[in-house]
């Protein structure tokens, strides 16, 4: 039972453009989100984060917005640069006191210089 | 560097063999994740760590894996008379319980080939 799922497997985007990648959540019980970006053969790095009393959060050039009544987030990364070509992930937990988080399958993101 | 490490990095081993993996979460964190990812597919968790108890285990972890942290610094993970299917990466995570919504950080894995 996929609770993050994250559609369009793969984005291809010009270097300087906007980079947008989507994510929906089925557990109302989430309550926190985050993006990780991932290398090849290294772990996921932390990105940006969002708590759900929130609907926005900006880091630099990244930005997450967060739609509850529609379980919805999306990440925006603008401008976007060659080293920012990687697989993104949505993850999401929620305040049962284990703090576990549920990821979606990722999304391939390649910047065209 | 002061994040997570892990050891080692590549394990590859036979049918039936016993793996043992480590992790150093990040000094102070007090709790500490394995997850497993495999191709194609996002990280999913496995088990976790508040201090030195053992809080949660996935029904993923079959009886054949075993996870300790001693003292409530680093952790081991286990994995009794590996199967091919156990192939992944396998992933440990840390950070500072602040009553909920914490981040947490990423080892950079520990792949294994079971052959």
Known sequence: ?113 | DTGVSQDPRHKITKRGQNVTFRCDPISEHNRLYWYRQTLGQGPEFLTYFQNEAQLEKSRLLSDRFSAERPKGSFSTLEIQRTEQGDSAMYLCASSYDLVGQETQYFGPGTRLLVL
């Open chain 1, 1 to 113: 039972d996929q609770q993050v799922k994250q559609n369009s497997p793969s984005l291809s985007v010009q270097e300087g453009r906007i980079s947008i990648l989507n994510c929906d959540y089925t557990n109302s019980m989430f309550d926190y989100f985050l993006w990780y970006k991932k290398y090849p053969a290294e772990g996921p790095t932390f990105l940006i984060s969002i708590s759900s009393i929130k609907d926005k959060n900006e880091d630099g050039r990244f930005t997450v917005f967060l739609n509850k009544s529609a379980k919805h987030l999306s990440l925006h990364i603008v401008p976007s640069q060659p080293g920012d070509s990687a697989v993104y992930f949505c993850a999401a937990s929620d305040d049962y006191g284990n703090n576990r988080l549920a990821f979606g399958k990722g999304n391939q993101v390649v910047v065209i210089p």
